[in-house]
């Protein structure tokens, strides 16, 4: 078994981000908006943060409070889409439940839209087009090309189909010329299907979802999970007897998640440069 090691690759990434934004002739600026209270979210929050700062990137969080309401929440957005000192804007999710999620991102200016998920950056991506690709699944292929995992034909199970990791991760696997299966909470027997894969994403958020007997020998593991479990963090999969079995594998922590947030740091780069050219 070797590691995927997110961390040193991420360590990589943001070097290079570090360098271009040198040469730009402002500072990007990323807004994060956060509504609400959640404690996760001030968590990922201050690390995105501290992690645009890092590399010279400008970085302002609005805290709402929970209590705002859509009307508000969409205004702010609109003002952030006119203002030429914001390049990217990030809404944190989750949003509190009486807020719609999808017509909030709608508002963002898709060329501000860091995260990827408006309908046109979307879009784009389903047709190979140039546009903002969402930081997760962009880290997963950075991580895949950095240990030259050459996908062709490769059998891929992506379990989890969210806008932000599964459904995106699965289109550029595809475009790898990989043969994808996606599964989620209604797939039957995910325990059969994924014995067969060459390669199994869990990006799900369930503990020691995927177990060693649903694990081919050699096949390469990549866990996006983020689980808190008495106090410390954990994946999806279950390492410490999953690890043994594959040629490859992510650790949670210092897998996918220093990859995420070096590709946040790219997003926002190369949302400056879309503004820039318009
Ligand atoms: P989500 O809640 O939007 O999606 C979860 C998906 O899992 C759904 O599509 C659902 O159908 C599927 N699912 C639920 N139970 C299942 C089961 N028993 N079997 C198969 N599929 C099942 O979550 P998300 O935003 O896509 O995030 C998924 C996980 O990845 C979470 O733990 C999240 O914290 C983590 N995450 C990590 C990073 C990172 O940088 N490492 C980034 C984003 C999300």
Partial sequence: MYLMDGKETAKKVRAEVKEEVKLLQHKPHLLVIWVGNDLASQTYVQSKEKACNSVGIEATTLHLSEDTSQRELIQTIQEANENPHIHAILVQMPLPNH????????????????DGLHPVNQGKLMLQMPGIIPATPKGIMRLIDNYCIDLTGKKVIVIGRS?????????LMLQRSATVTMAHSKTKNLHELTKDMDVIVSAVGKPKLITADMVKE????????INRVLGTIVGDVDYLSVANKTSRITPVPGGVGPMTIACLLENVVECYKLLKND
Wanted: glycine share 10%.
């Fill in 218 to 225: 050699g096949a390469i593991v990549i866990d996006v999970g």
């Fill in 163 to 171: 806008m932000l990791v599964g459904k995106p991760l699965s289109i």
């Fill in 99 to 114: 807020l719609d999620e999808k017509e909030i991102i709608n508002a963002i200016d898709p060329r501000k839209d860091v």
